[in-house]
């Protein structure tokens, strides 16, 4: 068992528009700023879990324009290791979003070089050191599966987080060890009908009706509500903090990344006992705490705290 995260996923620049509110359809709005953040669900992952501690590869795929070169060079100041991040042709990733007064944000992204990444990016070495595998869905179902078929048989504990839900996951789902969803995602996957303030009872039922494997631990964030997880016989709640919301991007990656740093001192004792243990309480605490900070900060990777950075658990 290796103590690296390893992260497959995309990289983006994020355009980023703030304005009074989200337009709705066939509305234009006077927006009062544009700025570029690096972002993609992967690369913040990956970034959480470098700034949690642990050291983090990255599997993904750059353009060969001139945001490609920004994002490695953003990935390399932050210390994540990409050397498995592979330049392609085409544009890089983009991600257009719209950040209203509220802190709210609605994103539209554009896959471009994303679409090509893949498991086979990765040599053996790089699976062997790995503890703990993480991925997202802007990256191809396809590469995902290969991608925890090849932890699994390295004996790398695979986290999925279902963002952005898609309609065909294929077998997604059901490889991961962990699933880490918001309230949308798990209404997609369970079927359930779930609102803002929909019972934690009901959240807890949802999330037992997406488990696919009696040692799978679902995980369900609720933003400021806090987080429910659900593994075998234990149901564990984590609080939410109250805190004024700047810019709510990149907070769930934020949580995923801390989540799956944590996960490295809770490995599976063996097949059939992933229990929730102390750890991974302490792990869900920590990125509960994390992501708390996240979103009182603009941009997606830039407001990823530290773990210097965090107040001590109250
Ligand atoms: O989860 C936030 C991320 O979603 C942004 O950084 C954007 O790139 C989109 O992928």
């Known amino acids: 068992m290796g103590t690296d995260v390893l992260v497959l996923g995309s990289i983006n620049m994020d355009i980023v528009a703030r304005a009074a509110t989200i337009p709705s359809p066939g509305e234009t709005l006077a927006g009062s700023t544009l700025e570029y953040f690096p972002g993609g669900k992967g690369a913040n992952q990956a970034v959480a879990a470098r ?64 679409a090509l990444a893949a498991a086979d990016q990765a040599n053996a070495d790089a699976f062997a050191s790995a503890a703990v595998g993480i991925a ?34 294929g077998d997604c789902l059901d490889l991961a060890d962990v699933l880490v969803l918001n309230e949308t995602e798990l209404a997609k996957y369970s079927g359930a009908v779930l609102h803002d303030d929909t019972a934690k009872a009901e959240i807890v039922a949802a999330a037992r009706d997406v488990r696919s494997a009696p040692t799978q631990i679902v995980i369900v964030t609720l933003g400021a509500r806090g987080v429910v997880a659900v593994a075998a016989d234990t149901v564990t709640e984590v609080a939410g903090r109250a805190v004024e919301a700047v810019d709510t991007t990149g907070a769930g990656d934020c949580f995923v990344g801390y989540l799956a740093a944590g996960l490295r001192a809770a490995p599976p004792a063996g097949p059939g006992e992933r229990a929730l243990t102390e750890a991974l309480t302490a792990a869900l605490r920590q990125a509960n705490l994390a992501a708390s900070l996240c979103v009182q900060s603009p941009g997606a990777a830039p407001s990823i705290p530290s773990v210097a950075d965090l107040p001590a658990a109250p």
């Open 136 to 169: 997202q869905f802007e990256v191809p179902v396809a590469s995902i599966e290969a991608f925890f078929a090849r932890c699994q048989q390295a004996g790398v504990l695979t986290v999925l987080n279902t963002a952005p839900a898609i309609d065909e996951p």
């Open 51 to 114: 700034r949690a501690g642990a050291p983090t590869r990255l599997i993904g795929c750059l353009g060969e324009d001139g945001f490609g070169a920004q994002l490695r060079g953003f990935l390399d100041g932050a210390e994540v290791d990409t050397a498995l991040v592979r330049d392609v042709q085409g544009p890089s990733g983009v991600a257009l979003i719209v950040v209203a007064d509220s802190g709210e944000n609605s994103i539209v992204v554009v896959p471009g070089a994303n």
